[in-house]
């Protein structure tokens, strides 16, 4: 993956809270934030997919992050949300504590992880509430337990 | 920092990204039928008051004349009742609640609910959950269209509108999700 050294490069980013950390994905990730959803139950799924929602005659599986993240406590103004992010050319619910916002950085912004973060924590960006932990979703979702 | 950089290309999105050996979904038996096949859609359409409504035929088992429901005590809409068929109890619902139809007064339920109309129905939906009863006053038959004829909806919540037909110089009719009605 040869990827060309453009520091200033812009980085918009949609931030959410799952526990006591805050992540961040690719804000061109993102498709919708759905403030209430009750999947249907699947048999047979992973112990971390709630089920499914149709959106849009598409079937959406449901992924609690919150069972493949560390755990932790939220602060009390997060309201959980499911945050409908493309991957590839097909879409995944992940159930979040809340939304921490969106904000633009440039890729000079991205300090390595820090010691002891999760696998799929790729560096972080320091923003005005403290630091967001870059989230590569596919890499989370390709380790998670069968 | 090459290795950042390689991680940040992967972060981004990109609609071509590689998302083999992501988690395995099983795929919902009400998957509607990819249109990219060129099939026709088989649309099941039924009328309430007068407004003209359909949903995907496959999600449709049988279709049986209004009888009267079995009442739960304190059932609140869009559930009308139960029925019993064939012994599987079928909840039966009324689809205006959630279309943001008004929805008849009275009972429809129980001893006390009038007898329905005569071109009353109810359509026995295939559910992730097991059969459902679907309340319409009419039933106007299975039509075929062509994919593109399906004006569907930009992303976005579409409040479980799958698409609209505009043919033959009737009223458009509105595809719905049936899963979405019964919620």
Same mark, same amino acid.
């Given at each position: 993956?040869?990827?060309?050294?453009?520091?200033?490069?812009?980085?918009?980013?949609?931030?959410?809270?799952?526990?006591?950390?805050?992540?961040?994905?690719?804000?061109?990730?993102?498709?919708?934030?759905?403030?209430?959803?009750?999947?249907?139950?699947?048999?047979?799924?992973?112990?971390?997919?709630?089920?499914?929602?149709?959106?849009?005659?598409?079937?959406?599986?449901?992924?609690?992050? %919150?069972?493949?993240?560390?755990?932790?406590?939220? @602060?009390?103004?997060?309201?959980?949300?499911?945050?409908?992010?493309?991957?590839?050319? %097909?879409?995944?619910?992940? %159930?979040?504590?809340?939304?921490?916002?969106?904000?633009?950085?440039?890729?000079?912004?991205?300090? @390595?992880?820090?010691?002891?973060?999760?696998? @799929?924590?790729?560096?972080?960006?320091?923003?005005?509430?403290?630091?967001?932990?870059?989230?590569?979703?596919?890499?989370?979702?390709?380790?998670?337990?069968? | 920092?090459?290795?950042?950089?390689?991680?940040?290309?992967?972060?981004?999105?990109?609609?071509?990204?590689?998302?083999?050996?992501?988690?395995?979904?099983?795929?919902?038996?009400?998957?509607?039928?990819?249109?990219?096949?060129?099939?026709?859609?088989?649309?099941?359409?039924?009328a309430l008051g007068s407004d003209e409504y359909?949903?995907?035929?496959?999600?449709?088992?049988?279709?049986?004349?209004?009888?009267?429901?079995?009442?739960?005590?304190?059932?609140?809409?869009?559930?009308?009742?139960?029925?019993?068929?064939?012994?599987?109890?079928?909840?039966?619902?009324?689809?205006c609640?959630?279309l943001?139809r008004p929805t008849e007064?009275?009972?429809?339920?129980?001893?006390?609910?009038?007898?329905?109309?005569?071109?009353?129905?109810?359509?026995?939906?295939?559910?992730?959950?097991?059969?459902?009863?679907?309340?319409v006053d009419r039933?106007?038959?299975?039509?075929?269209?062509?994919?593109?004829?399906?004006?569907?909806?930009?992303?976005?919540?579409?409040?479980?509108?799958?698409?609209?037909?505009?043919?033959?110089?009737?009223?458009?009719?509105?595809?719905?999700?049936?899963?979405?009605?019964?919620?």
């Amino acid at each position: 993956m040869a990827a060309s050294l453009t520091p200033d490069r812009p980085l918009e980013l949609c931030a959410f809270w799952v526990g006591s950390a805050v992540y961040a994905i690719d804000v061109a990730r993102v498709d919708e934030v759905l403030p209430r959803v009750v999947p249907l139950p699947v048999p047979g799924l992973p112990e971390h997919v709630e089920g499914v929602v149709h959106l849009q005659g598409a079937t959406v599986p449901i992924v609690d992050l %919150r069972r493949l993240l560390p755990a932790g406590t939220p @602060p009390r103004t997060a309201k959980p949300k499911v945050v409908v992010a493309w991957l590839g050319r %097909r879409r995944v619910g992940l %159930r979040v504590d809340g939304l921490a916002g969106v904000q633009q950085f440039h890729e000079q912004d991205v300090a @390595p992880p820090a010691q002891g973060e999760p696998g @799929p924590v790729i560096g972080a960006v320091e923003s005005r509430e403290g630091p967001w932990r870059l989230l590569d979703v596919r890499a989370l979702l390709r380790r998670a337990p069968a | 920092m090459g290795s950042l950089e390689a991680a940040l290309a992967a972060f981004r999105y990109h609609p071509e990204e590689d998302v083999g050996g992501l988690i395995e979904l099983p795929q919902s038996p009400l998957e509607p039928e990819p249109a990219a096949r060129g099939e026709d859609v088989q649309l099941l359409a039924f009328a309430l008051g007068s407004d003209e409504y359909a949903v995907p035929l496959t999600t449709v088992t049988e279709i049986l004349r209004a009888r009267r429901l079995t009442e739960i005590p304190r059932a609140r809409p869009p559930l009308l009742g139960i029925l019993n068929l064939r012994g599987t109890i079928t909840p039966v619902y009324d689809p205006c609640v959630r279309l943001g139809r008004p929805t008849e007064p009275g009972p429809r339920a129980g001893p006390d609910a009038p007898p329905a109309a005569r071109p009353v129905r109810i359509l026995v939906l295939r559910t992730l959950l097991g059969p459902a009863g679907l309340w319409v006053d009419r039933v106007r038959g299975v039509q075929r269209v062509r994919p593109e004829h399906l004006e569907r909806p930009p992303s976005g919540p579409t409040g479980g509108v799958m698409g609209v037909i505009r043919q033959g110089g009737g009223a458009p009719r509105t595809v719905v999700d049936p899963e979405w009605l019964l919620r």
